[in-house]
C-alpha cells in the first residue's frame, strides 16, 4: 500500500513488492480526530465502496467489488470505533454478524476507555429482525436497536428479552438522523462509524450529521441499476467535502474526505 496524498516525512516508504502496511499504521492513518478540551461531540464516518461506474453493490452485496486490503481498513475502522451504525435491511442483506474483539487493536481500546468491541446499533422503523441470529444471541457487547417511540410494545418487548438494548430516537415510526447520532453520544458512544446501506446513508448526508466518508474507489465496472453509496431525495445545496488522505493498493483508492 502506498499513501499518495498527503506525502510527508513520516510516509511509510513502500517496497518493492508494495508491503502491505501493519494494523498500526491504518490505525494511525484512520484515527478519529480528538475533540478540543472540554467539549467532547460525536464524530460520525461512513465506510463505504462503489465501483468505477458508481455501484455500491453487486448482486446486493458489496462483497463482489471488494478488495482484501478494503477488509483490512474495514477491520481497522471497526477496531477504532465505539459502535456501527447499520440499517435493518443490510442486515438482512450482508448476514451481519457481531463485532468481535482483536487482539491487536486491545491495548489502544483500553487506553481510550472503550468495550473490548464496538456495539452494533441497527436503525429499524418496524423491529422486523431475526432475533435469533447471532447479532443478538452471542454478542461480545449488546445489540442496540435504533427506533421510533411509536414502535410496536411487542416488537421493543421480544426485541429486549433477546438481549438487545432499544433506544428510542425519533417520533412515530421513524428514526431522526440527528436523534439517533445524539442518542448514541448519550450512552456514551462518540466515534461512530456506518457502513450503510445506501438509504441510510442518504438520510445522515440529508441531516447534515455526516462528518467523514472513508470511500473505497474499486477499479470495477458492474453496469446494471446497482444503487449508489447513498440513496434518497436529493439535497437542496451539494455538500462540500475536502480529501484528508488518499491510499492505493492493487488499484484500489481508499480515499477520507471530511466535511468543510
Given at each position: 500500500?502506498?499513501?499518495?496524498?498527503?506525502?510527508?516525512?513520516?510516509?511509510?516508504?513502500?517496497?518493492?513488492?508494495?508491503?502491505?502496511?501493519?494494523?498500526?499504521?491504518?490505525?494511525?492513518?484512520?484515527?478519529?480526530?480528538?475533540?478540543?478540551?472540554?467539549?467532547?461531540?460525536?464524530?460520525?464516518?461512513?465506510?463505504?465502496?462503489?465501483?468505477?461506474?458508481?455501484?455500491?453493490?453487486?448482486?446486493?452485496?458489496?462483497?463482489?467489488?471488494?478488495?482484501?486490503?478494503?477488509?483490512?481498513?474495514?477491520?481497522?475502522?471497526?477496531g477504532l470505533a465505539d459502535v456501527v451504525v447499520v440499517g435493518a435491511e443490510t442486515v438482512r442483506q450482508e448476514g451481519y454478524r457481531p463485532a468481535r474483539a482483536r487482539a491487536e487493536f486491545a491495548g489502544r481500546r483500553e487506553a481510550a476507555g472503550q468495550?473490548?468491541?464496538?456495539?452494533?446499533?441497527?436503525?429499524?422503523?418496524?423491529?422486523?429482525?431475526?432475533?435469533?441470529?447471532?447479532?443478538?444471541?452471542?454478542?461480545?457487547?449488546?445489540?442496540?436497536?435504533?427506533?421510533?417511540?411509536?414502535?410496536?410494545?411487542?416488537?421493543?418487548?421480544?426485541?429486549?428479552?433477546?438481549?438487545?438494548?432499544?433506544?428510542?430516537?425519533?417520533?412515530?415510526?421513524?428514526?431522526?438522523?440527528?436523534?439517533?447520532?445524539?442518542?448514541?453520544?448519550?450512552?456514551?458512544?462518540?466515534?461512530?462509524?456506518?457502513?450503510?446501506?445506501?438509504?441510510?446513508?442518504?438520510?445522515?448526508?440529508?441531516?447534515?450529521?455526516?462528518?467523514?466518508?472513508?470511500?473505497?474507489?474499486?477499479?470495477?465496472?458492474?453496469?446494471?441499476?446497482?444503487?449508489?453509496?447513498?440513496?434518497?431525495?436529493?439535497?437542496?445545496?451539494?455538500?462540500?467535502?475536502?480529501?484528508?488522505?488518499?491510499?492505493?493498493?492493487?488499484?484500489?483508492?481508499?480515499?477520507?474526505?471530511?466535511?468543510?
Amino acid at each position: 500500500m502506498r499513501r499518495l496524498f498527503p506525502v510527508t516525512d513520516q510516509t511509510p516508504p513502500p517496497a518493492p513488492d508494495d508491503r502491505e502496511w501493519s494494523l498500526d499504521e491504518l490505525a494511525e492513518a484512520y484515527a478519529y480526530p480528538e475533540p478540543p478540551p472540554g467539549e467532547p461531540r460525536p464524530w460520525l464516518r461512513a465506510n463505504m465502496v462503489s465501483t468505477l461506474d458508481g455501484a455500491a453493490q453487486h448482486d446486493g452485496r458489496s462483497q463482489p467489488i471488494s478488495t482484501a486490503a478494503d477488509m483490512r481498513i474495514f477491520g481497522t475502522l471497526r477496531g477504532l470505533a465505539d459502535v456501527v451504525v447499520v440499517g435493518a435491511e443490510t442486515v438482512r442483506q450482508e448476514g451481519y454478524r457481531p463485532a468481535r474483539a482483536r487482539a491487536e487493536f486491545a491495548g489502544r481500546r483500553e487506553a481510550a476507555g472503550q468495550a473490548p468491541a464496538p456495539a452494533i446499533a441497527v436503525v429499524t422503523a418496524s423491529l422486523d429482525l431475526d432475533l435469533s441470529l447471532p447479532l443478538f444471541t452471542s454478542p461480545l457487547v449488546p445489540t442496540l436497536l435504533l427506533t421510533g417511540a411509536a414502535a410496536a410494545p411487542d416488537k421493543v418487548a421480544a426485541a429486549e428479552k433477546a438481549g438487545a438494548r432499544v433506544v428510542i430516537a425519533g417520533d412515530g415510526m421513524g428514526v431522526d438522523p440527528a436523534r439517533a447520532v445524539a442518542a448514541l453520544a448519550g450512552l456514551g458512544h462518540t466515534r461512530l462509524l456506518t457502513e450503510g446501506g445506501p438509504r441510510m446513508l442518504g438520510q445522515f448526508v440529508a441531516a447534515g450529521v455526516l462528518d467523514e466518508l472513508c470511500l473505497t474507489v474499486s477499479p470495477m465496472l458492474t453496469a446494471g441499476d446497482a444503487q449508489r453509496i447513498a440513496g434518497g431525495p436529493s439535497i437542496p445545496v451539494p455538500q462540500r467535502f475536502a480529501l484528508v488522505s488518499l491510499l492505493e493498493e492493487g488499484g484500489f483508492l481508499f480515499g477520507r474526505y471530511r466535511r468543510s
